[in-house]
C-alpha cells in the first residue's frame, strides 16, 4: 500500500509541472545502451565493454516552440491565446558523439570515456507580444506589454571530452560520476535586456522602450554582425585558436528499495565555460514613440504593418549602431539539469517509471516531467514508450528501442513529439546511434544472474 501511495504522489506532482517546460531526453535512460551512462552516470549498464561506432554513436536532435507553424499562420486560433503566456523559449538542442568506448574491471567497475560536439541554443520571447500581435493594446491603456528580458537569449557550442566511472557497490545501489574537460566553440547570452511597449492614455501614443547587453564570443568576436558574411582566412584562424576552456560534472546514483520499486537521481553539466577573445554589444536605453497608432482592437491588425516595420527598422539600426566592447575574458555557467525517477518493477522484464527534470539557465529554473513503461524481450531487444508533461501540452508521446544483433548495438528514440503532421508540430527529440558491445554482465560479487534482467532484480 506504502509503493502505492509513493507512486500517486509522484504522478501528482507530474501533472502539477504539466504547464511547464523544458528540453530533455527522458526516455534515453530506460534502454539497455551505454549512451544510458550519459543520462545517469549512475545508472545501471549490462556490458563488459562497449565501442561506439565513430561520429555515429549518438547523433541528438531537440526542437522545441511555444506554438506549432499551423497557428503561426492562424494567429487568431486559440493556440496562439493558449500557448504564448508568460515565457516562450524556443529551444534548439545538437549532438553528435564523435568517440564513446568503455569497459568493465574488477567486476564491478565500469570505465568510459567519450567525445563530443554540444550545441544548446535558447530563445525566449515573453507573452506580452504575442498579446499585442493577437489582441492589440485594448484594455491596456496606460499598462505596459513586455517581450523580453534578461532571459532573451542563451546559448553555448562546445566540445565536450570525458572521462565517466560506474560502480555498483552491491546489488542494491550504483553510484557513477563523470568528469568532463570542455572546450568553446561558441557563446552568446543576455546580460541585461529589455523590451517592452507602452500604451498612452487615450491610446493616442505607443510607446517602444528597449535595451540590451549581449555578451558574446569564441567563432563569433566581430566588430558587428554586419561583419559575420566578410570572413577571411586570418578572422576565422584567430577566431578558432581554442582558448575558451571549461569544466563540468556529471553524478548520480541508483538505489533499490526492495524488489519492486528503485529510485534514481542525477545532476549533470554542473560546471562553467571560461570564455577568452570576448566582446559585449551594448544597445544603450532606447525610447521610440508611434503618434496615432490606433491599435486597440484585433480587427485593426491590417493597418498595423507600418508600425511593425517602424519598429524593426529601429531596433535594427540600434544593433547595427551598438556600442562593442572588448571584455578579456568572462565565466558562464553551462545548462544544469537535475533529474530525479522512480520506477516500480512488475516483473523482471517490465517496469514503469515517473521522472522530475529541471533545467537551469539564464535566471531560468524551467521543470517538466514523463511517465514511461520499459518492455526487456530476451537478449536481443527493448524497447520503452512514455509521455513528457510539457508547457501547457500534456501529450507528448514518445517511443524508442534498443536492438542488439551479435556485438551490434542499434538505438533509436523520438521523444516529445505532441504531433504525427509537421505543421502541427511544436515539441520533437529525435536519437538515433549504433555501438559494438561485447557481453552480457553475468556475474555480481560472485553471484550469477539473468542474461536479461538487472542482476539487483533476483538478488533480493
Avoid at 504564448?84 to 564513446?100: A, P, Q, R, Y
Amino acid at each position: 500500500m506504502k509503493t502505492v501511495r509513493y507512486i500517486i504522489v509522484v504522478f501528482a506532482l507530474l501533472v502539477a509541472v504539466s504547464t511547464l517546460n523544458a528540453q530533455e531526453t527522458f526516455l534515453l535512460k530506460n534502454l539497455y545502451i551505454p549512451q544510458a551512462l550519459d543520462e545517469n552516470p549512475g545508472t545501471y549498464t549490462p556490458y563488459k565493454l562497449h565501442i561506439g561506432f565513430p561520429a555515429l554513436s549518438r547523433i541528438q536532435v531537440g526542437v522545441n516552440m511555444p506554438t506549432n507553424l499551423y497557428n503561426y499562420y492562424h494567429i487568431t486560433t486559440k493556440g496562439w491565446k493558449r500557448n504564448t503566456k508568460g515565457n516562450n523559449i524556443v529551444d534548439l538542442n545538437f549532438k553528435e558523439e564523435i568517440l564513446n568506448f568503455g569497459f568493465r574491471f574488477g567486476g564491478s567497475n565500469y570505465l568510459w570515456f567519450n567525445t563530443s560536439l554540444n550545441v544548446d541554443a535558447g530563445l525566449n520571447i515573453k507573452g506580452g507580444l504575442f498579446d499585442f500581435v493577437i489582441n492589440g493594446n485594448a484594455d491596456k491603456e496606460g499598462k505596459t506589454q513586455k517581450f523580453l528580458d534578461r532571459s532573451a537569449v542563451n546559448g553555448n557550442a562546445y566540445l565536450e571530452f570525458a572521462i565517466g566511472y560506474n560502480r555498483e557497490i552491491n546489488s542494491q545501489l550504483s553510484v557513477g560520476g563523470k568528469v568532463k574537460y570542455l572546450l568553446g566553440l561558441a557563446h552568446a547570452h543576455t546580460q541585461k535586456a529589455n523590451a517592452a511597449l507602452t500604451s498612452q492614455a487615450d491610446f493616442d501614443e505607443l510607446i517602444l522602450n528597449y535595451y540590451a547587453d549581449v555578451y558574446y564570443g569564441g567563432i563569433i568576436p566581430y566588430d558587428t554582425f554586419d561583419d559575420l558574411g566578410d570572413m577571411d582566412p586570418k578572422q576565422m584562424y584567430e577566431a578558432m585558436a581554442f582558448r575558451s576552456h571549461g569544466l563540468a560534472f556529471d553524478m548520480g546514483f541508483r538505489y533499490r528499495i526492495n524488489k519492486w520499486v528503485e529510485v534514481e537521481a542525477s545532476v549533470l553539466d554542473l560546471g562553467f565555460i571560461h570564455w577568452d577573445n570576448a566582446k559585449s554589444m551594448r544597445i544603450a536605453p532606447t525610447e521610440v514613440v508611434f503618434e496615432g497608432a490606433d491599435l486597440t482592437t484585433a480587427e485593426k491588425r491590417e493597418n498595423w504593418t507600418h508600425v511593425f516595420e517602424e519598429m524593426a527598422d529601429t531596433m535594427k539600426a540600434s544593433i547595427q549602431n551598438a556600442e562593442i566592447v572588448d571584455i578579456p575574458s568572462y565565466n558562464k555557467m553551462l545548462t544544469t539539469k537535475l533529474n530525479i525517477g522512480a520506477y516500480v518493477w512488475l516483473s523482471k522484464n517490465d517496469r514503469f517509471g515517473c521522472t522530475f527534470n529541471a533545467r537551469m539557465y539564464g535566471g531560468l529554473f524551467v521543470p517538466a516531467g514523463s511517465i514511461s513503461y520499459h518492455r526487456n524481450l530476451g537478449k536481443y531487444f527493448d524497447f520503452t514508450v512514455g509521455n513528457t508533461f510539457r508547457l501547457k501540452s500534456a501529450f507528448n508521446p514518445g517511443l524508442g528501442f534498443s536492438l542488439k544483433l551479435g556485438a551490434f548495438n542499434l538505438y533509436t528514440l523520438v521523444d516529445y513529439a505532441n504531433n504525427v503532421y509537421a505543421d502541427k508540430l511544436k515539441n520533437v527529440n529525435v536519437v538515433f546511434g549504433i555501438n559494438f558491445v561485447g557481453g552480457r554482465f553475468n556475474h555480481i560479487r560472485g553471484k550469477q544472474i539473468s542474461d536479461t534482467a538487472p542482476s539487483y532484480y533476483l538478488n533480493f
